[in-house]
């Protein structure tokens, strides 16, 4: 059984840098064909896919977040990392990280999510 859980900081203040990690248990994130995203959810509104990290460590970013976003992941741990720079309180949302087979955008395995708040 795969699990994802979700760690960050919970509160960042407006220009920070935002760092959420994904850790990994039941299979690892090297494993072909396996595509490991993250996804938010702003209040109010629906979920907001962010980008990917493939099996391959190659990457691919939402257009609208691209020149903000960075996701990395360390092999040893089973975790990948998000980055999002110069966030604003606009940024507010529950982050998520999630499995998805071959980029398909059907993801099997979620996890709970952790809330992110930008503000001073």
């Known amino acids: 059984q795969v699990q994802l859980q979700e760690s960050g900081p919970g509160l960042v203040k407006p220009s920070q840098t935002l760092s959420v990690t994904c850790t990994v248990s039941g299979g690892a994130i090297t494993t072909s064909y396996y595509y490991w995203s993250w996804i938010r959810q702003p209040p109010g509104k629906g979920l907001e896919w962010i980008g990917y990290i493939r099996y391959s460590g190659s990457t691919y970013y939402s257009p609208s977040l691209k020149s903000r976003t960075s996701i990395s992941r360390d092999t040893s741990k089973n975790q990948f990392t998000l980055q999002l720079s110069s966030v604003t309180p606009e940024d507010t949302a529950v982050y998520y990280c999630?499995?998805?087979?071959?980029?398909?955008?059907?993801?099997?395995?979620w996890g709970q999510g952790t809330q992110v708040t930008v503000s001073s």
């Open positions: 999630a499995r998805d087979r071959g980029g398909t955008g059907y993801y099997d395995y």
